[in-house]
């Protein structure tokens, strides 16, 4: 039988400010399976993936004292065991990692003006912004398949729910995301920035769409 989700919230509230190891055995269980998966697809090597998750959890340990102010503990460790496998591999491969969506090969090179850096970092700048007010679930969900590339199968056998589940959360994301950035009626420059945001969020919504009604037949 399936073990219920914790409290993420109140064990790190336990582990940070009482030094309770009893929570901080039961985040690590309830976290371990999923966190293995996520380094796994990145290093590909058992051993590998079992050190960066000892690593990591040795680390929030030791520094619990200084780690209040971290609301999202789920997430926090998704994003850690990322990083820490990509720091890994660009050690041992000598590789540096470049956002896709900085990728020169998908925009001209006259377009890296001044002004077209400046608007491209605000673009980003806002669209984190959004995404961190999206529900815990939903925004993992959202960054897995976002920053990870990773497909919705992937995303389901990492979290353990179902694929429809992740399309859900994807969808609700998207939603709310779209919403959010709504909200800001930006005025002038920004406004331009503020539709191209609302356009970026719905492509993806649209392309993941279609990586899963294809990734199933």
């Given at each position: 039988?399936?073990?219920?989700?914790?409290?993420?919230?109140?064990?790190?509230?336990?582990?940070?400010?009482?030094?309770?190891?009893?929570?901080?055995?039961?985040?690590?269980?309830?976290?371990?399976?999923?966190?293995?998966?996520?380094?796994?697809?990145?290093?590909?090597?058992?051993?590998?993936?079992?050190?960066?998750?000892?690593?990591?959890?040795?680390?929030?340990?030791?520094?619990?004292?200084?780690?209040?102010h971290i609301?999202?503990?789920?997430?926090?460790?998704?994003?850690?065991?990322?990083?820490?496998?990509?720091?890994?591999?660009?050690?041992?491969?000598?590789?540096?990692?470049?956002?896709?969506?900085?990728?020169?090969?998908?925009?001209?090179?006259?377009?890296?003006?001044?002004?077209?850096?400046?608007?491209?970092?605000?673009?980003?700048?806002?669209?984190?912004?959004?995404?961190?007010?999206?529900?815990?679930?939903?925004?993992?969900?959202?960054?897995?398949?976002?920053?990870?590339?990773?497909?919705?199968?992937?995303?389901?056998?990492?979290?353990?729910?179902?694929?429809?589940?992740?399309?859900?959360?994807?969808?609700?994301?998207?939603?709310?995301l779209r919403?959010?950035?709504?909200?800001?009626?930006?005025?002038?420059?920004?406004?331009?920035?503020?539709?191209?945001?609302?356009?970026?969020?719905?492509?993806?919504?649209?392309?993941?769409?279609?990586?899963?009604?294809?990734?199933?037949?």
């Amino acid at each position: 039988m399936k073990v219920a989700k914790p409290d993420f919230v109140v064990l790190w509230t336990r582990i940070c400010l009482e030094d309770d190891v009893k929570s901080f055995e039961v985040l690590y269980r309830y976290l371990y399976n999923s966190l293995h998966k996520l380094a796994l697809y990145y290093v590909r090597e058992q051993d590998v993936a079992e050190d960066i998750i000892a690593e990591i959890f040795v680390r929030c340990w030791e520094n619990r004292k200084e780690s209040t102010h971290i609301q999202q503990p789920e997430s926090y460790f998704f994003v850690a065991v990322r990083n820490q496998s990509l720091k890994y591999l660009k050690k041992k491969l000598g590789t540096t990692f470049i956002d896709l969506s900085e990728n020169e090969a998908e925009h001209p090179v006259e377009a890296y003006t001044p002004e077209s850096l400046f608007e491209r970092k605000e673009l980003h700048q806002k669209l984190d912004k959004a995404i961190e007010t999206l529900p815990a679930q939903a925004k993992l969900v959202f960054r897995l398949i976002k920053e990870n590339g990773l497909k919705y199968k992937e995303v389901a056998d990492i979290l353990e729910i179902s694929p429809r589940t992740v399309q859900t959360q994807l969808f609700r994301a998207i939603a709310k995301l779209r919403l959010v950035l709504k909200s800001e009626k930006p005025s002038g420059f920004n406004a331009e920035i503020g539709e191209k945001l609302i356009s970026m969020v719905i492509l993806l919504g649209i392309i993941t769409f279609f990586k899963y009604v294809v990734g199933n037949f």
